[in-house]
């Protein structure tokens, strides 16, 4: 299995302000990525695949980078709509998410 | 929108089995791969398995193999969870998701099925 780690766990931001989450897997992925948004009470939510594409319509705010083992998914302009815990998720090799970071506002 | 319906909550006994189920399309069974991913109270998600129902293919976590078996039934478009020897850790909302290969993002979720493990 493909180990995923996350990093913070938790982020608290102002609204307007730049948030950078980043995601690691144990071994090279490629860019099969994909980011997802789970609001308290609801499911996940894909907002980002292949690691830099855009699920449509999602906010032109969101984007994500990166490719091999190192992620970063970055909220340009953090609005209060944004509260939820995000995920990565890698798809090279069947499925395995990270632990999740928490972002407040 | 594709719809995958799940059954309801269940509370099961330690040492018990449980069964979940995912109603998808007919386009689902033929084109996609379904997956099987758990959320327990304040964590995170865990992928435990999928199936390319079209291919009768099946893979699991680590963690699972064994205890976790994944069905279909072709004639109701189906596809069922079952899970063994269940301890209190598997208490959880389990969702079945749709992915475009037996490796794939999810568009598409259930609503959640909440298993209780209790005694």
Redesign the interface.
């Known amino acids: ?1 493909i180990q995923m780690t996350q990093s913070p766990p938790t982020l608290s931001a102002s609204v307007g302000e730049r948030v950078t989450i980043t995601c690691r897997a144990s071994r090279n992925i490629n860019n ?1 990525l ?1 980011w ?1 948004q ?1 609001k308290p009470g609801k ?2 939510k ?1 907002m980002i ?1 292949q690691a830099s594409i855009l ?1 449509d319509g999602v906010p032109s705010r969101f984007s994500g980078s990166g490719s091999g083992t190192q992620f970063t998914l970055t909220i340009s302009s953090l609005q209060p709509d944004d509260v939820a815990t995000y ?1 990565c ?1 890698q ?10 970071t928490k972002l407040e506002v | 929108q594709v719809l995958l319906v799940q059954s309801g909550a269940e509370v099961k006994r330690p040492g018990s089995s449980m069964m979940v189920s995912c109603e998808t399309s007919g386009d689902t069974f033929t084109r996609f791969a379904v ?1 099987w ?1 758990r959320q327990a109270r304040g964590q ?4 435990i398995g ?1 199936v390319v129902p079209a291919l009768g293919k099946r ?1 699991f ?2 963690k699972f193999q064994g205890r976790a078996t994944i069905t279909t039934d072709v004639s109701t478009n189906t596809v069922f969870l079952r899970l063994n020897n269940l301890r209190s850790d598997d208490t959880a909302v389990y ?1 079945c998701a749709r ?1 475009l290969g ?6 598409s ?4 099925a909440l298993v209780t493990v209790s005694s």
């Open positions: 299995d099969w994909a997802y789970q499911g996940p894909v695949y699920e995920y998720q798809y090279s090799l069947y499925s395995s998410f990270g632990p999740g | 997956h991913v995170g998600l865990e992928w999928v893979n976590a680590q969702y992915s037996s490796s794939g993002y999810y568009t979720w259930g609503q959640g």
